[in-house]
């Protein structure tokens, strides 16, 4: 607790009031990534509270990273959960980050600021130290939350957590568990089919110098909990779909709709909120300045999908949106397969991480050419836009031994000839290249994402640019990271 000496009082009160001071103290606390040591991305959660004997709660705050200067002041929203308010964040830079929080109240009463500090690794760190020494302790953490409050951390037995880009749930899971001291399995059941339940599932492993590297792999609901007994003695099994899916079961009671004109992200920000007033979102209008020109309805009834509507919505202004492994809302760009640079490299040496290649390619999945067309109901006549793969370094090229094999895409949502077009652009990034599928041996990486860019070496020594889709991480040291990804160049 830190007390503040204040004599900012009211003009007009006279001299008497001069050498008057007000003692207002405050209680403070920020969090980063819960109080983690180590987080894999500049992307991170903070946690905020804060409380004044002057003005109660506060109304805002602001940041301030490293020795740059204060952010703006931003509206503070606690959550009701004992004044904690989650923001989204994005550290500025990788390595050693301190970043300072202050707060003020009603009555621009200022608090002295709070600090906390977090490792952002670099991309290639973490490669170096799963190639380093395959032998490596492997560590994962199943932990259940109520709201904000930790009920339990469970040990599994065997299990996985898969992300895929091209699902409109990310990210899954399938987990069979243990029971310990403190739970049966018994009690794990009960606790987990508690409407309400998150699981965050987490994995890392303990460096040669004895530091343990934790990353997020999602922040869950329940699908479905097993509980079997027999004569071998009892199973629990559970499966898990990443937050996303509170939006998707949140169907609409009654129409939804959105005025032309809208800013995207303000229409996003509505459909999300409106369907989960808790949800934590990272979408930024000041980065995405998209407008949506079409007036727009959402129908009510059972088989609506709120959040199939959000992502159609995004998409349709050449956008991918998602649940991040922490639970975020976030919205990118797909990455240009030519220009993308690769976040990580393995090759063919002593200290290989993949040290076998397995590749299928499914032909019929791969395309070089987008076709989108708007046919909204206010158009008289609808609108088109394309983009072919011009890349002749591309093994999908146009213009090249492959041909012309489009793929097509329409919304109502479209209706105008340049979003066609931008909406095409961002397609083709999302099915150009050949899709492959392929096996990683060794030590996997869980800071690997869908739509990371990776480079690998074949048995020719060629390297090959590919796009992850989707990857499964398993939860033991004892088996295979997978990943399916598209090829998008090849170089020497």
């Given at each position: 607790m830190t007390l503040l000496l204040?004599?900012?009082?009211a003009p007009g009160w006279g001299d008497a009031w001069d050498d008057i001071s007000l003692q207002i103290a405050w209680t403070e606390r920020l969090t980063i990534d819960g109080g983690a040591e180590v987080a894999a991305t500049p992307e991170v959660q903070l946690r905020l509270r804060a409380v004044s004997s002057a003005g109660g709660q506060p109304t805002d705050y602001r940041l301030k990273e490293n020795d740059a200067e204060w952010g703006e002041w931003r509206p503070f929203n606690g959550t009701g959960k004992r004044d904690w308010m989650s923001v989204?964040?994005?550290?500025?830079?990788?390595?050693?980050?301190?970043?300072?929080?202050?707060?003020?109240?009603?009555?621009?009463?200022?608090?002295?600021?709070?600090?906390?500090?977090i490792t952002v690794l670099e991309p290639a760190e973490a490669v170096a130290v799963t190639a380093f020494d395959a032998a490596q302790v492997i560590t994962a953490g199943i932990l259940v939350y109520?709201?904000?409050?930790?009920?339990?951390?469970?040990?599994?037995?065997?299990?996985?957590?898969s992300a895929d880009a091209r699902r409109a749930v990310w990210r899954t899971a399938d987990l069979s568990l243990c029971p310990s001291d403190e739970f049966t399995h018994r009690a794990i059941y009960d606790l987990l089919?508690?409407?309400?339940?998150?699981?965050?599932?987490?994995?890392?492993?303990?460096?040669?110098?004895g530091g343990e590297v934790v990353i997020g792999l999602g922040r869950f609901i329940v699908d479905e909990a097993t509980f079997a007994e027999g004569e071998a003695g009892t199973e629990l099994s559970v499966t898990l779909s990443d937050l996303s899916a509170r939006i998707q079961r949140a169907r609409w009671t009654e129409p939804y709709q959105i005025a032309p004109?809208?800013?995207?992200?303000e229409a996003l920000v509505g459909i999300l909120v409106d369907r989960w007033p808790d949800v934590t979102l990272a979408l930024d209008a000041n980065v995405v300045t998209n407008v949506v020109e079409a007036p727009v309805v959402f129908e009510a009834g059972d088989s609506s999908d709120p959040w199939a509507d959000a992502q159609n919505l995004a998409q349709a202004h050449g956008y991918a949106l998602y649940f991040d492994a922490e639970g975020v809302v976030r919205m990118i760009q797909p990455p240009d397969a030519a220009s993308v640079t690769a976040a990580y490299f393995y090759r063919r040496d002593e200290r290989a991480v993949v040290t076998s290649q397995s590749r299928v390619s499914p032909m019929g999945q791969t395309y070089n050419g987008v076709i989108v067309t708007g046919e909204g109901s206010t158009l008289p006549t609808p609108v088109r836009g394309e983009a072919w793969d011009n890349d002749p370094?591309?093994?999908?090229?146009?213009?090249?031994?492959?041909?012309r094999t489009p793929y097509f895409y329409s919304s109502p949502l479209i209706v105008t000839a340049e979003n066609a077009e931008d909406v095409a652009q961002s397609l083709l990034a999302t099915v150009r290249g050949r899709v492959e599928s392929l096996t990683w041996e060794q030590i996997p990486n869980p800071m690997l994402v869908p739509l990371d860019a990776v480079e690998l070496e074949d048995d020719t020594g060629a390297l090959h640019t590919?796009?992850?889709?989707?990857?499964?991480?398993?939860?033991?040291a004892a088996e295979l990271q997978?990943?399916?990804?598209?090829?998008t160049r090849i170089g020497y």
């Open positions: 204040l004599t900012n009082v989204a964040y994005t550290l500025g830079g990788y390595g050693d980050r301190d970043l300072t929080a202050q707060f003020r109240d009603d009555d621009l009463n200022v608090s002295p600021g709070v600090s906390a500090s109520y709201g904000t409050q930790l009920l339990a951390q469970l040990e599994a037995v065997a299990g996985s957590v089919v508690t409407p309400g339940i998150e699981i965050v599932i987490r994995r890392g492993w303990v460096t040669a110098a004109g809208t800013g995207l992200v370094q591309s093994p999908t090229y146009a213009d090249g031994p492959f041909g590919y796009i992850l889709d989707e990857l499964t991480i398993p939860l033991s997978t990943a399916a990804a598209r090829e």
